[in-house]
């Protein structure tokens, strides 16, 4: 959503000297209306005043009341805000791949939906951002190293599959050690990076997660996590003759996000997920910048002033 801001809001307060003219404009019509009815013979007051111009004097005094307006509001240097594509940034997407994900409280699974949310999100940002793919279960793999390819993203998410056990401090190291990948630009500046980790369970296997979480801090590195699923979550597996409970652990997650500045969220389905994936976009692939509209405010009041000149000489056959 685009917002105006003013680089100079006091000047704003001049638009009371544009009120104050009008009402004087409004109070001199009352008078002179006033003069008219105290002319009680109104048959010969049409014959000795001179016929007044009606409805198109308003037209011209408020184009020209308008042509001020705008000036005063250039004046105060207006700013629109707007959202700009970031040129370099890398973004480091870790999916988990527990078997935990076959829970089909999500409609169809939580691997599934998971899949469908997280392309959604690859293919929403900006096209020059370096982007990442890191699968885990008991192990954790870089399966696209950071790029700018699409289409590799969203081949790797398709291929994902499910294997046993849950290392998230895991992917959180291997996402590290993607994003040490992208070379820095020109002038040796390394681009900014953030993980977003999407899991829906706590780490039973590896690298636990507040040492994995402590090195991201560390290296300035936030990572935003996703709680996705239920409470009421549970899989069958051969091994068992009852179903497994897997209900989601928001405050594992919660607990990483918070150690490295990023920002948690919680999703209990598919269409919530790709909800959090577009906020989480909107942060990660823009920035706000303001830019000058003052330019635009001086030209319309250019088109009021000449509409103005140009309706006072049609009509009165003057200038006002």
């Known amino acids: 959503m685009l917002a105006i801001v ?12 544009v009120l104050a003219l009008a009402g004087a404009y409004i109070a001199l019509q009352v008078v002179k209306r006033g003069y008219a009815m105290r002319f009680t013979n109104l048959a010969l007051l049409d014959k000795v005043a001179p016929k007044q ?8 005094a408020g184009t020209f009341l308008g042509c001020i307006a705008l000036n005063t ?13 970031k040129e370099r940034a890398t973004v480091m997407l870790a999916i988990d791949v527990s078997l935990s994900m076959m829970a089909d409280d999500v409609d169809p699974n939580r691997l599934e939906g998971a899949k469908e ?27 696209v190293p950071p790029s700018q390819d699409r289409q590799a ?18 992917a959180i190291l291997a996402s590290l050690s993607g994003i040490e990948t992208v070379p820095p630009d020109e002038q040796g500046t390394t681009p900014p990076a953030v993980i977003i980790l999407m899991s829906d369970g706590k780490t039973t296997r590896g690298t636990p997660d507040a040492e994995a979480a402590g090195e991201a801090a560390e290296k300035g590195v936030a990572v935003s ?26 405050d594992a997650l919660a607990a990483v996000s918070d150690a490295t500045g990023g920002q948690s969220y919680d999703a209990e389905s ?23 509209i003052m330019g635009l405010f001086v030209g319309l009041a250019l ?7 140009a309706l006072s000489l049609t009509w009165f056959s003057r200038l006002p």
């Open 225 to 250: 996590t996703i709680a996705f699923g239920t409470s009421s979550g549970t899989i069958t597996i051969p091994e068992e003759p009852v179903p497994i409970p897997v209900p989601v652990d928001e």
């Open 153 to 170: 993203m969203l081949t790797a998410i398709d291929q994902l599959t499910l294997g046993e056990g849950t290392a998230i401090g895991d």
């Open 270 to 292: 598919t269409e919530e997920l790709k909800e959090v994936y577009q906020g989480i976009g909107s942060s990660v692939g823009y920035v706000e910048e303001r830019h000058s």
């Open 117 to 143: 949310a997280a392309k959604q999100f690859v293919e929403q940002l900006p096209p020059k951002l370096n982007v990442g793919l890191v699968a885990f279960s008991g192990v954790a793999a870089v399966k």
């Open 53 to 60: 111009p009606g409805w198109r004097r308003h037209v011209v």
């Open 73 to 85: 509001i250039a004046f105060a240097n207006p700013q629109r805000t707007e959202r700009v594509p």
């Open 303 to 309: 088109a009021a002033a000449i509409l103005t000149a």
């Open 6 to 17: 003013f680089n100079s809001p006091g000047r704003l307060w001049l638009l009371l000297a």
